[in-house]
């Protein structure tokens, strides 16, 4: 865990040069979504009052792209390490390129979910197949990992379709996601930085970059929001970047290897949104792909919250777990990263039975 100028300052120039990409990409966005169509209409289940362009994923995705050109013009220590690794690079490139193709189809002439779901699991095998694995992990109660065998590919199948669609769903208010995800992708950068995986922090710190870029276009009034095109395209690559950051994988040569609870914590506010939805939706036998306003966003507002204070609310919740999953990595032993886990889990459950008796307690008084 050396300390290079040099190197910090490369991401710091990759995350500058994301950002501004992204922010001056979006009015060609606009333009786009204008001339195919893509305009998101008011309807009773819609929060917005007015038609709003939403093909804000094609912004988000030259952001991301366009410091990568400068690795073949710059020659150092972080480039040649980002030369060695051109081929995973290049099929966590083509995975992004094909879930915002899908999102741009979605976004100007509607797709259906189911095949959304396949298209989705496809790139994910092929993923696989190109080294975003989920091989083994970490044994909290062992020096010796966990070996997955053949049960990785669908282990990782279901996290990279899981946490593409968990981000996807979670972009129900202005600037939710583009703020949130760039929480998560400095977290996983940090993690990574210290850890010595230079590219998958590069990585993260232009996907970071590439969303606060974006959000003063899409943070509350918004102006453009991101669009299936923009929620797709960043799930799959925090998803991919998550599997060879938090998972043990033969891809890396110096992963930082946290227990499983890390990605889980860090990818907490997604993950337990849709797995909440999806439960309610199973309870009241409706269909898992049914559109509603039970998200944990739409509860805030139920509230009384307005969208830029639930978004913020909701910021402060990220923040928190990143913070809580930057500790937990940054400790050497598996068996205290457990029990440190285990200490945040018991306050993360307390903190929701709070909530939900609070929440519950609001509404029986509005109804009375």
Excluded at 42 to 59: D, E, F, Q, S, W
Excluded at 65 to 88: H, I, Q
Excluded at 307 to 319: G, I, P, R
Aim: charged share 10%; net charge positive; proline share 4%.
């Amino acid at each position: 865990m050396n300390f290079n100028p040099n190197q910090y300052r490369t991401y710091l120039v990759m995350l500058v040069v994301s950002a501004a990409g992204s922010y001056l990409f979006t009015p060609l966005a606009k333009a786009l979504a204008a001339r195919w169509g893509a305009v998101d209409l008011p309807n009773p289940r819609k929060i917005h009052k007015t038609p709003m362009p939403r093909l804000g994923g094609v912004a988000v995705f030259l952001g991301f792209c366009l410091p990568w050109a400068g690795m073949y013009l710059v020659d150092n220590f972080v480039t040649s390490y980002f030369r060695e690794y051109e081929k995973l690079f290049a099929a966590l490139l083509g995975a992004a390129a094909a879930m915002l193709g899908l999102g741009i189809y979605d976004d100007c002439k509607g797709a259906d979910a189911t095949k959304k779901f396949l298209v989705q699991t496809a790139v994910a095998v092929l993923l696989y197949f190109a080294g975003f694995r989920i091989d083994e992990v970490t044994n909290p109660f062992g020096d010796h990992p966990i070996q997955l065998g053949w049960f990785g590919l669908p282990l990782t199948v279901l996290w990279i379709v899981g946490v593409t669609n968990s981000i996807n769903l979670l972009d129900g208010i202005d600037g939710l996601v583009s703020g949130v995800t760039f929480l998560i992708a400095v977290s996983l950068a940090i993690i990574n930085a210290l850890h010595g995986n230079v590219l998958l922090a590069l990585l993260t710190v232009c996907l970071a970059g590439a969303c606060i870029g974006f959000l003063p276009h899409n943070h509350f009034p918004a102006r453009i929001f991101l669009g299936d095109s923009g929620s797709l395209t960043i799930g799959i690559v925090l998803a991919c970047v998550g599997v060879i950051s938090l998972f043990r994988n033969g891809t890396t040569s110096a992963a930082a290897n946290p227990v499983i609870s890390v990605p889980l914590i860090l990818f907490g506010l997604p993950l337990f949104d849709t797995a909440r939805v999806m439960v309610v939706r199973l309870l009241r036998g409706v269909s898992m792909f049914s559109p509603d306003k039970n998200h944990v966003h739409h509860r805030l507002l139920a509230l009384g919250l307005s969208q830029k204070h639930a978004a913020w609310v909701l910021y402060f919740v990220t923040a928190g777990l990143c913070a809580a999953g930057v500790l937990i990595s940054s400790l050497s032993d598996s068996t205290h990263q457990f029990q440190l886990s285990l200490v945040f889990a018991l306050l993360a459950v307390a903190a929701y039975i709070f909530w939900r008796f609070h929440l519950r307690d609001l509404f029986d008084q509005d109804r009375s």
